[in-house]
């Protein structure tokens, strides 16, 4: 069983940064593909971004392609999303999830096996 606890969240104006982290316990890390997820509210949960175990795939939806990146540390057991230029329209929980098939990456949710609580995201104009 592996556990994810988000982090990194926060307020921020538009055209600014943050780095969200995922921390992963109990389970082997480098062998899982990773996603982060958003939801806002009033709004279905999205897919945000992807990685596969090795870093060597990834994958972005339109919404963030090029001002987001997705990146993990195997050694440390953390996946981090970057975010930048962020707009108002980002504003929403963040979620981090795990897909024991390490070896792809997928935009659907039903892929995952686990889910972090996630963390509150908030851009204003």
């Known amino acids: 069983q592996v556990q994810l606890a988000e982090s990194g969240g926060g307020l921020v104006q538009a055209g600014g940064s943050l780095r969200l982290s995922c921390a992963a316990s109990g389970g082997t890390f480098s062998r899982y593909a990773m996603g982060w997820f958003r939801q806002a509210p009033g709004k279905e949960r999205e897919f945000v971004a992807a990685?596969?175990?090795?870093?060597?795939?990834?994958a972005y939806a339109d919404s963030v392609k090029g001002r987001f990146t997705i990146s993990r540390d195997n050694a440390k057991n953390l996946l981090y999303l970057q975010m930048t230029s962020l707009k108002p329209e980002d504003t929403a929980v963040y979620f981090c999830?795990?897909?024991?098939?390490?070896?792809?990456?997928?935009?659907?949710?039903?892929?995952?096996?686990?889910w972090g609580q996630g963390t509150q995201v908030t851009v204003s104009s």
């Open positions: 999830a795990a897909d024991r098939q390490g070896g792809r990456i997928g935009s659907s949710g039903s892929r995952y096996d686990y």
């Open positions: 990685v596969n175990w090795s870093l060597g795939s990834t």
